[in-house]
């Protein structure tokens, strides 16, 4: 399936993700990246997750997503703070496939 069908871009998201200096790409590859979920959000009557991850640059982003239909609808995305790529950086080494590793 092409990223085209995966995601649901329109020019409000794509401005708004832009306005914090990351694009299309960058967002998608967080997400396709084998993300940490960090929280999640009922609003406007949907369900939004947020997620930390890397693009395949390195780059640590906060990604916010939403379904719509089999589609994923990234809200917003912006730089991971000091104290966010800190946190990303521990969890990095326990994480195996997705989930950390509890021993």
């Known amino acids: 399936m092409a990223d085209e069908e995966l995601f649901d871009w329109d020019e409000a998201n794509i401005a708004h993700i832009a306005e914090h200096d990351v ?24 369900e939004r997750l947020m997620q930390i991850g890397e693009t395949l640059s390195g780059r640590v982003l906060i990604v916010i997503t939403t ?10 995305a912006f730089p991971a703070n000091r104290a966010y790529r800190a946190f990303y950086s521990a969890q990095k080494g326990s994480i195996d ?7």
């Open 67 to 76: 379904l719509r239909g089999k589609r994923t609808r990234v809200v917003t």
């Open 23 to 46: 694009t299309t790409s960058e967002a998608e590859e967080v997400v396709s990246n084998s993300p940490l979920d960090i929280g999640k959000q009922a609003r406007n009557g949907e």
């Open 97 to 103: 496939h997705g989930k950390a590793d509890p021993s």
